[in-house]
């Protein structure tokens, strides 16, 4: 289940292997700040593109809802069921119900911190899909999909209860993501989805007392690593999980793209019986490229807590530097013209393209022509051709991928 915060995204989780697509609208989700988000006017093309691949759509109304919310509640149903979207994400009682009202198939949140089969039979009322608390080990998520097999606990469609976990991304140090830190110190609320991330912050603690600083190891006490479990998804499977939930809606598209490609591919060694330790250091090598803060197994594998990050920003060892945009593609010799607005680019040098409908593409340039003559260098003003599969639109970016300061020597 892939994360979408952008067409750019969007488009990027279905090349890669997705087979479900998780996203908001509006202001009413739980990434409304870090988020483009999309308009309600999205809702059909998102509808469109993901059925053409057989891919599931789901809204994401999960924040906490106010009175004044409810008719902007009321209207995102109304357009997302006249898109044929597959389903809501919900936590709140009312949007649950009103979805219910309209025939919409409901997904539990892990905002409602579910943690025992008795509340999983509640929701089953109303839900097909349940997203269970974060901070359970895959001890106790196996003993509920266990008990929901052997007291057949169905949903509304009358199917087998589906029980979803988050498997890679963002941890929060607040309990399955309730947090009041920024509310308290910028009057903007985590709860609907404008948290200010204060818990990744640099703090000094002091005993208010005596006056003493507190020794503290790690300067980053609030901020936890990334969540990832490619290397122990033969442990997910086992206990009877049904959805990967992958985070990462305020994520790029180079992002979405690596992170579904890697757990595609993982997965789908895990059902074929090829899933090896040398495949997990590679998969483990390209997660390593984009946006992280280090790595941790979550509470899964019933590690205490303490897995802090050591530096306030991205541990990736690659990063995109923007090189231009795109001016025109010949189909006819799938050659791609762009024309350079920053830096220099070289013959070798691995580049990515974006765009809304091209979604996140990355190759090697083998070769080029610079301002229609045949060469190895190109420099700011300069209009390049370039041999490429897909299509380029005059929307995508081009970016030039480096290595950063965390790549290995």
């Known amino acids: 289940?892939?994360?979408?915060?952008?067409?750019?995204?969007?488009?990027?989780?279905?090349?890669?292997?997705?087979?479900?697509?998780?996203?908001g609208v509006e202001q009413l989700n739980m990434r409304a700040r870090a988020s483009i988000n999309f308009g309600l006017g999205d809702l059909p093309e998102i509808s469109r593109r993901c059925s053409e691949k057989g891919v599931r759509t789901y809204l994401t109304l999960n924040t906490i809802i106010y009175d004044h919310d409810l008719s902007i509640v009321k209207t995102l149903l109304n357009k997302a069921k006249e898109a044929k979207i597959s389903a809501v994400i919900?936590?709140?009682?009312?949007?649950?119900?009103?979805?219910?009202?309209?025939?919409?198939?409901?997904?539990?949140?892990?905002?409602?911190?579910?943690?025992?089969?008795?509340?999983v039979k509640f929701y089953a009322m109303f839900a097909d899909t349940i997203v269970l608390s974060r901070e359970l080990s895959l001890r106790q998520v196996k003993k509920i999909t266990e008990q929901i097999e052997k007291e057949q606990i169905k949903g509304p469609s009358g199917r087998l209860i589906e029980i979803e976990i988050f498997g890679h991304g963002a941890l929060c140090m607040a309990v399955s993501g309730k947090c009041y830190l920024s509310l308290h110190s910028h009057n903007s609320s985590a709860n609907r989805g404008a948290c200010k991330q204060n818990c990744r912050k640099k703090y000094t603690v002091i005993d208010q007392e005596s006056g003493f600083e507190m020794e503290i190891d790690n300067e980053y006490i609030m901020s936890p690593k990334d969540?990832?479990?490619?290397?122990?998804?033969?442990?997910?499977?086992?206990?009877?999980i049904k959805v990967l939930k992958i985070e990462g809606r305020g994520r790029a598209p180079e992002y979405v793209a690596k992170v579904i490609k890697c757990y595609r591919n993982a997965i789908d060694s895990v059902e074929n019986d090829t899933y090896d330790k040398e495949k997990v250091?590679?998969?483990?090598?390209?997660?390593?490229?984009?946006?992280?803060?280090?790595?941790?197994?979550?509470?899964?594998?019933?590690?205490?807590?303490?897995?802090?990050?050591?530096?306030?920003?991205?541990?990736?060892?690659?990063k995109?530097?923007?090189?231009?945009?795109?001016?025109?593609?010949?189909?006819?010799?799938?050659?791609?013209?762009?024309?350079?607005e920053a830096y220099d680019l070289s013959v070798g040098d691995t580049v990515l393209v974006t765009g809304p409908t091209t979604g996140a593409k990355e190759l090697e340039i083998k070769e080029m022509f610079v301002n229609d003559e045949k060469g190895e260098n190109a420099t700011k003003g300069d209009s390049i051709t370039i041999p490429m599969e897909f299509r380029v639109r005059p929307s995508d970016k081009l970016y030039k991928i480096v290595a950063t300061e965390f790549a290995q020597a």
């Open 90 to 119: 919900a936590m709140d009682q009312a949007v649950i119900t009103m979805a219910r009202e309209l025939g919409m198939e409901v997904h539990i949140s892990t905002q409602i911190n579910i943690t025992n089969i008795e509340t």
């Open 227 to 240: 969540l990832c479990t490619i290397d122990f998804l033969d442990q997910i499977a086992d206990a009877g």
């Open 1 to 23: 289940m892939a994360p979408a915060g952008s067409f750019e995204s969007l488009q990027a989780a279905l090349d890669n292997g997705a087979d479900s697509i998780y996203f």
């Open 320 to 340: 995109k530097v923007y090189i231009g945009k795109g001016m025109h593609y010949f189909p006819k010799t799938n050659i791609a013209e762009f024309k350079i």
């Open 281 to 318: 250091i590679d998969w483990m090598l390209e997660l390593e490229k984009v946006y992280n803060r280090g790595f941790w197994s979550g509470y899964y594998l019933g590690q205490k807590l303490g897995e802090w990050s050591k530096d306030p920003g991205s541990h990736a060892t690659q």
